[in-house]
């Protein structure tokens, strides 16, 4: 395996299938691009005549839309910013933390990473789509999944407070699972 010499950008990208890295190589000489997600290779161009520019690719397993931007800052200096989904990566996060909630657990000697979509109510563990079950109780609604033998439950309540909205609280084992912040 050869040696990445032109890493110029390393990047942590939490999407609803886990937390993905994004490496990126620059030969400021050769023009050379090479895209990492992840450890494995997306892109590679060598010799590029044009050191400025962008490289788009996917990440996760919804194929999320990641454009790493190249460009002169001075001389011989770039500067390199990714953008999710057409967003910069600060902006796509702070939004996520609006559309998403996320927790981690430990359950019986495994770790978890539980996301809950807030717009389509899809509950991801570990990278993998949950199936799950809906059902309107008395307060809310709750979204019932399992991870391995352990009862999951996703409660979906009115916080009574229109700038809070709605408040989602992950059970499991009739325990409570505080929020994760990522």
């Known amino acids: ?16 299938d886990g937390v993905h890295k994004i490496e990126f190589e620059h030969g400021t000489t050769s023009g050379k691009r090479v895209v990492y997600v992840d450890g494995k290779e997306e892109i590679r161009k060598e010799w590029m005549f044009k050191l400025v520019g962008k490289e788009t690719f996917t990440v996760g397993a919804a194929k999320t839309k990641a454009t790493i931007n190249i460009d002169a800052v001075s001389g011989f200096a770039y500067e390199y910013t990714l953008e999710i989904n057409g ?3 600060k902006k796509y996060m702070e939004n996520r933390l609006k559309t998403t909630n996320t927790w981690v657990l ?4 495994m770790d978890y990473r539980v996301v809950l979509e807030k717009d389509t109510m899809d ?15 008395e307060d809310g609604t709750e979204t019932h999944f399992s ?8 409660k979906a309540v009115s916080s009574g407070k229109r700038k809070e909205g709605i408040i989602h609280t992950l059970i499991v084992d009739d325990r409570e699972i505080p929020e994760a912040v990522e």
């Open 1 to 16: 395996l050869e040696k990445m010499t032109d890493l110029v950008a390393v990047w942590e990208v939490a999407l609803s």
């Open 87 to 89: 967003k910069s990566l």
């Open 106 to 109: 430990s359950l019986g000697g």
């Open 123 to 137: 509950v991801w563990c570990n990278g993998q789509k949950m199936e799950t079950a809906g059902e309107f109780v």
């Open 147 to 154: 991870v391995g033998d352990h009862s999951c439950c996703i």
